[in-house]
């Protein structure tokens, strides 16, 4: 497991996944507080010499900074999360890679596994390298964001893309095309948020795992505590099992 585990990494770097991940991250560390800070002035340049539009826009602070970044980290992030490991199997198994190592003395569940940690590990970097860099950043142009809500949303937002990556990982496993494992997780991204438009405002919409990264303003802002987070953790936590359980029944018994 150990040695796999290492291969999968090296792998996700020199393919330029592992990059890929941390610059996506990166970006938005760096673009979303400088758009906080200088949105005003953009507004008012562009706007200049219209006549009869006014628009006043407030000054956004800290919190305003970092909750664009978990955004654009939900939204844009959750595509990349899903472009990364969509062909982590499928792509193998196209290629023949996955029969070749398993003539080894590879289990196929250590094989499967590996990818999971593997992959896991590059979203965890990801969360950590761009949260820090977007809090440094904003501190540098707006002032301190509040920390300790800061640092749960950053885990809650792993917590959201882990979520995502084990649908696409299990997708990969399950399925021979990579296209057919990015369109099915895709599928279950829509149907992840879709009850937000029913149920969000209702007891029953706190269970949702959407909320693992709707509700971070929220908490950035003060209105809400990481305990209100917890409600929605039980339907993530299954969800994962169950996409890994299925992917890893398929795929010890499926033909390579």
């Known amino acids: 497991m150990k040695t796999l585990f290492v291969k999968d990494i090296r792998q996700l770097w020199r393919t330029f996944r592992l990059p890929a991940l941390l610059l996506s991250g990166l970006f938005f560390a760096i673009l979303d507080p400088i758009g906080a800070r200088y949105m005003p002035q953009i507004m008012e340049q562009l706007l200049r010499g219209a006549e009869g539009i006014t628009i006043i826009m407030p000054e956004l602070g800290p919190a305003d900074a970092l909750i664009s970044y978990f955004g654009n980290v939900a939204q844009m992030g959750a595509f990349i999360v899903i472009l990364t490991a969509m062909g982590a199997v499928a792509r193998e198994r196209e290629q023949g890679v996955s029969a070749w190592l398993l003539t080894r003395p590879v289990g196929r569940l250590p094989y499967l596994y590996s990818k999971y940690a593997a992959y896991s590990v590059g979203v965890l970097l990801t969360m950590a390298s761009g949260t820090l860099l977007a809090a440094l950043y904003t501190t540098s142009l707006l002032g301190v964001p509040p920390l300790v809500p800061t640092i749960w949303g950053a885990v809650f937002m792993f917590l959201y893309l882990e979520l995502i990556l084990i649908v696409a990982l299990s997708a990969s496993a399950l399925l ?61 936590i299954i969800l994962g099992i169950v996409a890994q359980a299925v992917a890893s029944l398929s795929f010890r018994r499926a033909e390579l």
């Open 176 to 236: 021979r095309s990579q296209i057919a494992a990015g369109g099915v997780t895709l599928v279950f991204l829509i149907m992840l948020w879709l009850p937000q438009l029913f149920l969000d405002q209702s007891d029953v919409g706190k269970y949702m795992p959407y909320r693992l990264s709707s509700q971070i303003g929220s908490l950035l802002k003060g209105n809400i505590g990481a305990a209100d987070f917890l409600p929605a953790l039980p339907a993530a």
